[in-house]
């Protein structure tokens, strides 16, 4: 076999096989080495790797390195000489002052990649893909699948047991607003509370927050501003103490009104089911309410007249019938009214369902919840301020008339 006389440069390295042992080694310059007659050279001169600052490469089948007797890292080498290898693993080389040559077996996985930065109000969610000891977490044990955040600024180191899920953005809250957030698993919160899986509950603190892995953001609670005419209808299927300190039970609905507060961020618990707007009545006016709510519960059935001048607003459960004007009456004008159930008027007479009589002017009327107006009706003979005949009936009214016709034509011839 011709020798081979090799020179290698400085930074630059070789191997060279051993063909009697099958033994190859790593010779590093500046050399120049002659091959012996049993060894071939496996890989010509080649450059040393340099890693540059915010940078770092992988490497696959990394040499195991063992500590000599000076304190120093240095390659493990079997019992025939040839170094020894962690065969399936990688390994992340970080920046390097001096540059390093690759040992026969090692192989670099794609090119040199840029370390990541991760900037403020971020973070990256990352998973553990076994169990080791975190070189970069204060030595801390992670269980595979363990997942946990690294919040920026600053500069991710990657290592080889863990792999990067995903970036997370900071979310802004606002003054007066809140987070609502959703716990995925049993934890302890920011401010030190313990969280059931599943459980929800308000973030106020203005600022940027970045939720942790086990947290999720259902939305964003923005607070209502209350004006004089207008409610907040909310219920709740949840047993919990507002903001008003009222104890909530599940199936409660109530009103939140100006009076109340100017601004409201609605509890974690509370749903709101509408906006409730205030029902006005001028000093003419009445209102019919189904329903009423009296005590604080609701009067199925029931009906409740309120007059003008008012306002109010509905609560649950109540639903306005309607509003109707004051019924104005001249001195020619009646109303035709119905008693709808037994009751006793303001007269003092006892009223039958069905029966009908007549409300005459002048006078201003408002019928109780008892009485139907049927219609309003005009004199149809006036003998005087204080004497008006009416008739409903048309029939009798259109008799009468013709008869007084007969007796003005008996009069005129």
């Not at 103490?241 to 609605?266: A, C, I």
């Not at 020619?332 to 409300?359: N, S, Y």
Request: hydrophobic share 40%; net charge neutral; with cysteine.
């Amino acid at each position: 076999m011709t020798d081979t006389l090799v020179k290698i440069p400085p930074h630059h390295y070789i191997h060279v096989l051993d063909n009697n042992t099958n033994v190859c080694k790593l010779l590093t310059g500046p050399l120049t080495y002659l091959c012996e007659d049993q060894e071939s050279l496996l890989l010509e001169p080649r450059k040393m790797m340099i890693v540059p600052p915010g940078q770092y490469l992988v490497v696959e089948n990394p040499v195991c390195l063992v500590t000599n007797a000076a304190g120093e890292k240095v390659p493990e080498v079997d019992e025939h000489g040839q170094v020894v290898l962690h065969y399936g693993e990688s390994e992340i080389r970080l920046e390097t002052s001096q540059p390093f040559p690759f040992y026969p077996g090692e192989k670099m996985e794609g090119n040199l990649r840029a370390l990541t930065i991760v900037e403020e109000d971020s973070a990256l969610i990352l998973v553990a893909l076994r169990d080791f000891t975190d070189r970069y977490g204060k030595k801390k044990q992670r269980r595979a699948g363990a997942q946990w955040l690294v919040v920026g600024p600053c500069t991710y180191y990657p290592q080889t047991e863990v792999r990067v899920v995903k970036a997370r953005k900071a979310v802004m809250v606002k003054l007066g607003e809140a987070l609502k957030l959703k716990a995925k698993k049993d934890k302890v919160d920011t401010d030190g509370i313990a969280r059931k899986a599943g459980e929800e509950w308000l973030y106020k603190r203005q600022g940027a927050y970045i939720p942790a892995v086990d947290e999720e953001i259902v939305t964003t609670v923005v607070p209502h501003v209350l004006l004089p005419k207008i409610a907040l209808h909310f219920s709740t299927k949840h047993e919990f103490v507002d903001h008003f300190g009222v104890k909530r039970l599940p199936g409660n609905e109530w009103l939140v009104t100006h009076d109340m507060t100017e601004v409201h961020l609605p509890h974690v618990f509370e749903t709101l089911v509408k906006v409730v707007h205030m029902t006005v009545l001028n000093k003419r006016q009445y209102a019919v309410i189904l329903n009423p709510v009296e005590d604080g519960a609701i009067q199925h059935g029931k009906r409740k007249l309120i007059r003008g001048e008012k306002t109010f607003f509905l609560q649950p459960g109540e639903s306005l019938e309607r509003t109707a004007q004051v019924n104005v009456l001249t001195a020619k004008e009646a109303l035709e009214v119905q008693a709808a159930e037994r009751f006793v008027d303001e007269g003092r007479t006892t009223r039958v369902p069905g029966e009908r009589w007549l409300i005459c002017g002048p006078k201003e009327y408002w019928p109780p919840l008892e009485v139907q107006v049927n219609k309003k009706i005009t004199a149809y003979l006036s003998l005087g301020d204080s004497l008006n005949l009416f008739q409903p009936d048309y029939a009798i009214a259109t008799a009468v008339f013709v008869l007084l016709l007969a007796i003005f034509y008996l009069f005129l011839f």
